[in-house]
């Protein structure tokens, strides 16, 4: 196997991640109707079965970096894949709605826990000229993940007397795939160093991602930690800079309004005027659009830089989600609304989508960057949460024009973040990076 193909195979185990996070995220769409009906649940206990798992996936973002730090990235990917594996088998042969519930929460964690370990695992072991594209295939397999459980759920609709057991259950098989992969990679060369101060462990990683490079490296993360004030503390004030960065990238690429259209896409185009099937099959091609733009910022990142890709992307989000905003407050929707909807979704997959998980994962030092990448993930699934429950709320109470157009001030904001703010990280060495976000 060459270097390359190396790395690429412990980078897509990885983000083996975040297929079952994004499979596990859109499988419940296609059982939560069966399973209202099956344990007659009240509109409160219905709503909680649909939303458990995301408050795991909180919890899971808020907590999955202390895993990460005491037992290294390898061990906490390896324990995250058991959760997704009980998780599918539990849920698909639950006797009753507490243990269905249970489980549920269990894929939630391993959600939100595999948000922090997998796109810092692949960033510590990725060489800086293809790091950007590396970890956006966690970002890739996510959006890839909710295709396929959509296209899954679709197959399985009449499979055995219930069906949605099967939805539910298949996820064990990329599960299991997952799990035995996992236990084929190496550990991340910085915690080996950083945090056992195995130096010859460390060093034949290194020396497998890039031998050329490789006592460069580990000179560059052996002098980070020296010239390190020493504190492993995030809020001890000194990491002020990247916590900023962070919590402020996490926060628009939520307030943009993106889980709200994905999640009610089909209630978004029948607010347009769309029939419930034009609506439905609408809700695909959202999908569909996700991935391709995704893909294609996967391939730019490396060369064109995070910055480049935002500013297009922030350019274009304002201009969707005030022509959208326009198109509610003048009642003229015609086909526009859901093809500017899809422009939307391209320049959103082509920016803030592909470019989250790379950033968060490359601006935090060594020291804190498991500490970091929980706080970016955590803050990015608290707003998904909030924007998710209060959107239908919003769109009724004060109308769709004004829900698009605070969408819209929002990017108008992000645009002046980027331009005022975020710093370039392509090419650049992770310990490299550290030295300009302190300096930026």
Not at 98 to 107: C, T
Not at 163 to 175: F, T
Not at 267 to 288: D, P, Q
Request: with cysteine; charged share 10%; hydrophobic share 50%.
């Amino acid at each position: 196997m060459s270097q390359q193909q190396r790395i690429f195979f412990w980078s897509i185990t990885a983000a083996l991640g975040g297929f079952l996070f994004g499979f596990d995220t859109a499988v419940i769409s296609g059982v939560e109707q069966s399973l209202q009906s099956l344990w007659h649940l009240s509109v409160w206990e219905h709503g909680l079965t649909v939303s458990i798992a995301l408050i795991g996936t909180v919890i899971g973002s808020m907590t999955g970096g202390i895993p990460a730090e005491a037992l290294g990235r390898k061990k906490t990917l390896f324990w995250i894949a058991i959760l997704y594996l009980a998780a599918s088998l539990g849920t698909a042969l639950a006797p009753n709605w507490p243990i269905f519930l249970m489980f549920r929460f269990l894929g939630g964690l391993g959600v939100g826990a595999s948000s922090v370990a997998a796109p810092m695992y692949i960033t510590e072991i990725s060489p800086a000229k293809s790091r950007g594209k590396l970890v956006g295939l966690f970002q890739f397999n996510v959006v890839f993940g909710i295709l396929i459980a959509y296209l899954s759920n679709f197959l399985l609709a009449d499979a055995g007397a219930e069906p949605w057991r099967w939805m539910l259950g298949v996820q064990a098989l990329p599960s299991v795939i997952f799990l035995v992969a996992v236990l084929n990679i190496p550990e991340s060369p910085r915690w080996l160093l950083l945090r056992k101060g195995a130096e010859a462990e460390a060093r034949t990683v290194l020396d497998m991602i890039d031998p050329a490079t490789a006592e460069q490296t580990f000179a560059a993360i052996q002098q980070s930690s020296h010239q390190s004030t020493g504190s492993t503390r995030l809020f001890s004030g000194q990491y002020n800079t990247p916590i900023m960065l962070a919590v402020l990238f996490a926060v628009f690429n939520q307030v943009s309004g993106i889980n709200a259209i994905i999640y009610y896409a089909p209630r978004i185009f029948e607010m347009t005027g769309l029939g419930k099937n034009s609506a439905l099959l609408s809700s695909a091609g959202v999908g569909l659009i996700n991935l391709i733009f995704t893909l294609i910022s996967m391939n730019l990142i490396d060369r064109y830089g995070r910055r480049t890709l935002m500013k297009i992307g922030s350019v274009g989000l304002i201009i969707t989600l005030g022509l959208v905003a326009r198109a509610f407050y003048t009642e003229d929707f015609g086909m526009t609304v859901p093809i500017l909807l899809f422009c939307y979704i391209a320049f959103f997959g082509f920016s803030q989508g592909a470019v989250i998980w790379v950033f968060i994962s490359e601006i935090f030092p060594n020291e804190v960057r498991a500490s970091g990448q929980a706080l970016g993930s955590f803050t990015h699934w608290l707003m998904a949460a909030i924007i998710t429950f209060a959107f239908p709320y919003l769109s009724e109470r004060f109308g769709g024009g004004n829900t698009f157009l605070f969408f819209a001030i929002m990017m108008v904001l992000q645009l002046l973040f980027v331009l005022r703010l975020m710093p370039e990280t392509k090419g650049t060495s992770l310990e490299k990076i550290e030295r300009t976000v302190f300096n930026h």
